[in-house]
């Protein structure tokens, strides 16, 4: 896709963000959610799964759409907004696309890229976190189909959800090599949603825990091979880091945006905070910042569209851009001073969306535990 087709859908999004988001963001913040019709919004203006497939109703684009509707988001401040889509468009729908059989991406891709079904990943247990082999939801082997039982914890989109990918242990004692992936309907028996889950930041992201007691799953429920389930992960896992990285250029971007609006207005000792030295020095720095890792995130978004993203280049990528993200913003912050603070002003919701980047999709201990792997074989 050439830059002018990535302007428009960019476009698109903005408009679409400033007339169905923007006037109703601060009442879902205080909420805590977004209503569910928003899904149903997004995918009546093509904005859901825009580089699935055509033939499931989407509009078939490279990935890097996918991408640009993410950073749009976050550059306007919506954080929790992008990090539901980013699960929904980014993650959830190509798992399905890329392991999923016919019928599974006709009953499935075709309701979320219309928005008629909500899509959730549900990895993380209250005992198992980046460490995915330490899971302990398991299904079990019942004539044609399987019993799912077990909980998650932390999954976004958890409320909204009508299909969940599950990952479970279906070979116990093996570990990594005894997990599968199952798409799970919400509305089954023994579903059940816990109540949400409060966060710091990130308000509009409805989170969740899940319990499963004695779901009967039919045998088409599996997603991909049995016990690949942590195979499958390990290959989705760099497209996911991507959209992640994404969201922490693009909202880095959007918070330095606002801080030079602000200094350029307050005044300070009879002049401009925009004169000082102090603040000059401090726009360059995380200007600066921000453009190396754009530079980064752009070559890697390029490398995953030609299928040459390594694991190792997604998690430097990963863990660069939200350190980057997390440093950048609170610098921004400190220019606001006491104002920054307060919850009045957008910059205090860019500072407290950003800490959950560091963690979500692999922290950046185990990112940095990766890349170093990869330099020492061990």
Known sequence: MDNEELTLFRDMTRRALEQEVAPH??????????????????????????????????????????????????????????????????????????????????????????????????????????????IRTNAVKDGDGWILNGSKIFITNGYHADVVIVAAITDPGKGAKGTSLFLVDTSLPGFQKGKKIEKIGQHTSDTAELFFQDVRLPASALLGELNKGFVIMMTELPRERLGIAAQAVAAAEG?????????????????????????RFVLADVKTEIAINRAFYEKCADAYAEGKLSAEDAAMLKYASTEMQCKTIDQCLQLFGGYGYTAEYPISRFYTDARIQRIYGGTSEIMRELVARSMLGR
Not at 255 to 279: M, P
């Open 255 to 279: 918070a330095l945006d606002i801080t030079v609006d602000y200094v350029l207005e307050r005044k300070a000792f009879g002049q401009s905070v925009a004169s000082f030295q102090n603040t």
């Open 25 to 134: 963001f601060e009442e879902w913040e205080e909420k805590h959610m977004v209503p569910r019709e928003l899904w149903n919004t997004l995918g009546a203006a093509g904005l859901l799964c825009p580089d699935m497939p055509e033939q499931y109703g989407a509009a078939g684009t490279t990935p890097q759409v996918t991408f640009a509707i993410i950073e749009e988001a976050s550059r306007m401040g919506f954080g929790g907004v992008a990090t539901g889509y980013g699960i929904h468009s980014n993650i959830v729908a190509p798992y399905i696309n890329h392991f999923g059989t016919e019928e599974q991406k006709e009953l499935w891709l075709t309701k979320m890229v219309s928005g008629e079904a909500v899509g959730a990943l549900a990895m993380t247990e209250p005992g198992a976190g980046s460490d995915v082999q330490g």
